[in-house]
């Protein structure tokens, strides 16, 4: 479910193009609502993996990245502030959900749970529904349509251009398809995005991982289930002031363009507090991990897509959205599997959170180091041509100080300099 949640990322890219941003949302609601109410009639964990996984994690993804991309055109000077916002809205399902379900399952059961979450997931139609319309600018002189150009060079009596065979010009369209809605050529030719979407994709390996691991941890060491449910509880909970604030401080005029070391900050923050849950297990121990781990999340889940609207144009923001989330995929469904695997054969939880450390401070010193050579190696390009362009304001001039007579001697000379 988590790994369709980002790997949806290119087909909702063409949902939003196509239909905007209201109905990919209106879509997504119907998508995750029938695949729960689905799953409440599933047999085995196979078809589990179809219903409460595809269908559902499809369906998430369309109303989830829809409304991120939604924020970008509604929102221009406060958008940190308002990604902030919007992103409170998993904080405070983290808050809600493992109490609910955990009552829902000791009074209704499973079946009867799925069946209530599918009711919540159809409410998203409602939200799509309300969300105001945008209106896309028309395309610039640059995205001439090429039955235009045709007629130009017809009307300037040139031929048309021979036709091309039929398999080339399937990959040709292919190659369109990918760039317009993968951003390989935004990944190839834009360094900080390529920094970011490298970065980030590694860093997933090990963000979910205390997310999901953290309860059985707490359970395997004789924290009671409903404590173990609360700590996830308060990691929401906390998230729910800590994320408006971090975009807060993130919007202030003295982070405009060092917002990647803000969000590099938090991933080592993060990475380094997971290594609390190794010293002890004890139910206070590891209120204390939450405490720390929220405060760091929140600044993660506030930036993380604000910075990849800095880096990337917002005219392309949707494509880029769309390769950045299916490449996190891809480490979102390896890296619980390969973990949980290894605490199979070792017995260990301990390993989740060494592993999960590993992940996301390799990923902090990566993405802060790289930025940081990529914006002086980006100053020294811009030095010469600032010293052609523009001379240096302080000249040394020669005048004399009075006027030369022919004939006479050179006179004393007397220096200026003009500021």
């Known amino acids: 479910m988590t790994a369709l949640l980002h790997a949806g990322g290119p087909l909702c890219s063409v949902l939003v193009e196509r239909f905007g941003c209201r109905l990919t949302v209106m879509l997504g609601g119907l998508l995750s609502g029938v695949g729960m109410v689905t799953s409440s009639f599933s047999k085995s964990i196979s078809q589990l993996y179809i219903t409460a996984g595809f269908i559902t994690g499809l369906g998430s993804c369309f109303s989830f990245q829809a409304g991120v991309t939604v924020l970008g055109y509604y929102f221009v000077r406060r958008r940190a502030l308002a990604n902030a916002v919007a992103s409170t809205g998993v904080s405070i399902g983290l808050t809600l959900w493992p109490l609910i379900s955990q009552y829902l399952l000791d009074e209704m059961g499973w079946r009867n ?121 308060i990691i929401g909970f906390i998230n729910i002031f800590m994320r408006p604030m971090a975009g807060l401080l993130s919007g202030l005029n003295i982070f405009a363009g060092r917002r990647i070391y803000l969000f590099s900050l938090a991933v080592l923050l993060n990475g380094l507090s997971n290594l609390i849950c190794v010293i002890s297990a004890d139910f206070t121990v590891l209120v204390l991990y939450c405490l720390i781990y929220s405060v760091s999340m929140s600044g993660i889940g506030a930036l993380v897509f604000q910075v990849l609207m800095d880096v990337v144009e917002m005219d392309r923001f949707s494509s880029a959205l769309g390769l950045f989330t299916i490449l996190e995929s ?90």
């Open 113 to 233: 749970t799925f069946l209530i979450f599918g009711g919540v997931q159809l409410n998203c139609c409602v939200c799509g529904a309300i969300m105001r319309p945008v209106q896309h600018k028309s395309p610039s002189p640059r995205q001439v349509p090429e039955e235009t150009t045709e007629g130009a060079q017809l009307s300037n009596g040139a031929g048309p251009h021979p036709a091309e065979p039929p398999q080339q010009g399937r990959f040709a369209t292919c190659c369109r398809i990918l760039q317009k809605y993968l951003a390989f050529d935004v990944f190839y030719k834009n360094k900080g995005y390529q920094i970011y979407t490298i970065g980030v994709t590694w860093m997933v390996m090990g963000f979910v991982l205390p997310l999901i691991y953290l309860v059985p941890y707490a359970t395997q060491n004789g924290v009671e289930e409903r404590k173990a449910a609360l700590l996830i509880s």
């Open 330 to 419: 891809i480490t979102i469904l390896i890296g619980p599997p390969l973990i949980g695997l290894l605490v199979d054969l070792t017995g260990q939880f301990s390993y989740v959170f060494y592993a999960s450390s590993f992940f996301m401070v390799s990923a902090a010193l990566f993405m802060g180091l790289s930025f940081c050579a990529l914006e002086k190696k980006n100053k020294l390009k811009e030095a010469p041509k600032v010293t052609a362009d523009s001379p240096s304001k302080y000249q040394y001039t020669e005048v004399p100080s009075k006027p030369e007579a022919e004939g006479q001697a050179p006179p004393a000379v007397m220096y200026i300099t003009s500021i």
